[in-house]
């Protein structure tokens, strides 16, 4: 195991390890003082502003993955836990700014066609051989313009597209995108009122996600694991939040005909989900896959994280959802069981929580953001008033894990061995930073004497 523990204490160390994922975070944000080579794609890669990468290590697949990409799903999440930062007055003035930027690098990905690369060559005649058979076919980016740009998974942090092979569509960075901006619009207050060409701007980018997530709901694309094409609980959860969200924001502004459209897009969503509940299993599956094979995989945390991101009323598919409390604990018996670092926590305690059972992903182990997102279904689950005690309790004892395996630095990778304990995967993940702000934000509600913040849905 790591060695946060010492005698330092949850409360000391959640509100040290928080200062220090609000800093690592940022250096994901904008980092236009990184310069990435890709020398074997004959690329070298300068990061616009407003630009968020996954992760701003210099790795290339040696052993540790080159996430220096901006995932439009990533950089939603991103977005929105520091949004969580400027209500907490943990971060300054620079985080509109950052807001602001990264507005304008999303919108100019807008622009983006892949045509013009599929007419063009030169771009691989200075690849590396070897490297010849990771590239996009012609006819594939010839394929990505108007709205299809929405459906990449990734691009490049310079704003140019992603030219290696990659799994595509995928239709779940929209509404998560729409559902980050929404609420910056909804929390956030700047110096002065917002100007006329952010509010256009702002307009325009969300006008655009909500429009693809209603064309493109019902239509079968990747897992958020990118990994198997079909339905997927995630995608159809945050599109269903989104257009609900979005809905409510037309409305404001006195688009009643396109609103009225949205929340019909909504409920249609809502209604579908239902699809994804296994009765005789006790859990709602992660996935309905186009071909009609169940998966190995149904069994997911993004059910989860879904909970979580969509953050949505009442109780079908919200942390209030019995089926939903179900689906959690079936992932931590499974996880408990399967990952030998869990036998080794006292009894009790929460176990380190992995993506589904089977995983070869690295160490195949347990993830931060997973663990972290089990810490804050419970908080948010205390909220409801029931059984908060309990919530919280549990809630804790996931953060207790997460410190158990956390190094004394506070550096958090994408993953930690289900073997061993060691980080391993991605360094330095802006994703399981931003998971660990949300959680804590979630936790500051609902936990007594601790810090609160403004809105964490």
């Known amino acids: 195991m790591a060695d946060a523990r010492d005698d330092e204490g949850l409360e000391p160390w959640v509100e040290r ?16 003082h990184i310069v990435k080579a890709r020398p074997g794609f004959g690329q070298t890669i300068r990061p616009q ?23 439009y799903r990533d950089s939603a999440i991103v977005m929105d836990s520091l949004r969580l930062l400027v209500n907490a007055g943990t971060v300054g003035p620079e985080a509109r700014t950052h807001f602001k930027d990264f507005i304008d690098f999303s919108l100019s990905l807008r622009q983006l066609d892949g045509r013009t690369l599929a007419a063009g ?21 010839a394929r990505v313009h108007g ?12 704003g140019t597209l992603d030219i290696a092979k990659w799994t595509r569509p995928q239709h779940d960075g929209a509404p998560r995108r729409a559902l980050a901006v929404l609420r910056w619009i909804r929390d956030v207050r700047f110096d002065t009122d917002l100007g006329t060409e952010l509010r256009i701007d702002l ?16 239509e079968p694309s990747y897992d958020m694991w990118e990994e198997e ?33 949205y929340r019909a897009e909504g409920q249609a969503i809502r209604r579908a989900l239902d699809r994804f509940w296994l009765p005789e299993a006790g859990y709602l599956r992660s996935r309905i896959l186009s071909s009609g094979v169940r998966s190995s995989k149904e069994l997911d945390i993004s059910v989860i994280l879904a909970a979580i991101h969509s953050a949505g009323e009442g109780i079908s598919h919200t942390v209030r959802d019995p089926r939903m409390r179900s689906t959690l604990a079936e992932l931590e018996r499974l996880f408990d069981a399967a990952y030998p670092i869990n036998h080794l926590l006292a009894k009790g305690a929460a176990p380190a929580m992995g993506r589904y059972a089977g995983d070869v992903y690295f160490s195949g182990g347990a993830y931060y953001f997973s663990t972290l997102g089990a810490a804050e279904f419970c908080f948010r689950a205390a909220g409801d008033g029931a059984d908060s005690e309990h919530w919280i309790e549990r809630g804790n004892a996931f953060l207790d894990t997460v410190r158990a395996f956390t190094p004394h630095s506070g550096e958090m990778s994408e993953q930690f061995d289900q073997r061993t304990g060691a980080q391993t995967s991605a ?15 979630a936790r500051r509600l609902v936990v007594p004497g601790t810090k609160r913040v403004a809105s964490n849905s």
């Open 17 to 32: 390890q928080f200062r220090y994922a609000a800093s690592a975070m940022l250096e994901s944000v904008s980092p236009v």
């Open 49 to 71: 502003k407003g630009s968020v990468v996954a992760s701003p290590a210099l790795a290339d697949w040696d052993p540790e993955p080159d996430y220096f990409f901006h995932w």
């Open 121 to 141: 060559a030169s771009w691989r005649n200075n690849c590396a051989p070897e490297f010849v058979k990771f590239l996009r076919p012609d006819s594939e980016l």
């Open 147 to 158: 709205d299809a740009v929405l459906a990449e998974t990734r691009v490049n942090a310079d």
């Open 203 to 218: 307009s325009e980018l969300v006008r655009a996600d909500l429009a693809f997530t209603a064309r493109r709901w019902h």
């Open 229 to 261: 094409e079909g339905l997927h609980y995630y995608t159809l959860s945050v599109s269903a939040a989104a257009l609900e969200v979005g809905a409510q924001w037309l409305e404001s502004s006195g688009d009643w005909e396109l609103a009225q459209s």
């Open 427 to 441: 360094r330095n993940l802006a994703w399981s930073y931003a998971a660990f702000i949300s959680c804590i934000a």
